[in-house]
């Protein structure tokens, strides 16, 4: 089955700084890969997402960038602000018949230092 | 916009006791989805379920089952609760066709068993 990692488990950025983190996973027949933030007491959110035939998606300070030869994914955060502190997850996912089968990283517990 | 509620945020549940965790969403969604979500684990797939009275086992189905009567409704059931089912339980829905892949989560239950 399909297989992700995420890395860092922990990430502490000053305000303003950038953040990135990185996921790879090992099915290359995975083919949307989603973002989810996940903030204390609240669902967690899709963020971005991007398909396995575009490279790169941008959102405002959200961007996210996919090597399908490397197999690995990442999301990069500009100009930091303190309510991006939360837990972020990636994920890998196979659209099999009506249901897609979604594969979530460790999470990546972002902290924006003020 | 959408909504899937959880029936409770937290519960504390003694060993073997039979536990219910319901979940509800508002957007006719054919998919629904019950994760666990352990420290360094990340989102483990529980069971899902692409339409009323069909189930389908995720990665981690031991020791639960699930009940989906109403496409409004999924229900996990722990049948004899274990400590090692400690643990924050997602329920999450999307829908089965069109071009969104996106998961709707709800809050959560965070589950203690004693």
């Known amino acids: 089955g399909e297989n992700v990692e995420q890395h860092p488990s922990t990430l502490s950025v000053q305000e303003g700084d950038s953040a990135v983190i990185k996921c790879t996973y090992s099915?290359?027949?995975?083919?949307?890969f989603p973002w989810y933030k996940q903030e204390l007491g609240k669902g967690s959110q899709l963020i971005i997402d991007?398909?396995?035939?575009?490279g790169e998606k941008k959102d405002q300070r959200i961007a996210v960038t996919l090597n399908k030869t490397a197999k690995h994914f990442s999301l990069h955060i500009t100009e930091t602000q303190p309510e991006d502190s939360a837990v972020y997850f990636c994920a890998a996912s196979i659209r099999t018949g009506g249901y897609q089968k979604v594969t979530f990283g460790i999470g990546t517990k972002l902290q924006v230092i003020p | 916009d959408v909504k899937v509620t959880q029936s409770s945020r937290y519960l504390v549940k003694r060993t073997g006791e039979k536990v219910f965790l319901e979940c509800v969403q508002d957007m006719d969604h054919e998919n629904m989805f019950w994760y666990r979500q352990d420290p360094g684990l990340g989102l483990r797939l529980i069971y899902f379920?692409?339409?009323?009275?069909?189930?389908e086992k995720g990665d981690i189905p031991e020791g639960y089952s699930v009940s989906r009567e109403k496409k409004e409704r999924f229900s996990l059931i722990l049948e004899s609760a274990s400590t090692n089912q400690t643990s924050m339980y997602l329920c999450?829905?999307?829908?089965?066709?069109?071009?969104?892949?996106?998961?709707?989560f709800g809050p959560g239950t965070r589950l203690t068993v004693t």
């Open positions: 379920s692409y339409d009323v009275k069909m189930k």
């Open positions: 991007i398909r396995s035939n575009v």
């Open positions: 099915d290359s027949a995975s083919n949307y």
């Open positions: 999450a829905s999307s829908s089965r066709g069109g071009y969104s892949y996106e998961q709707y």
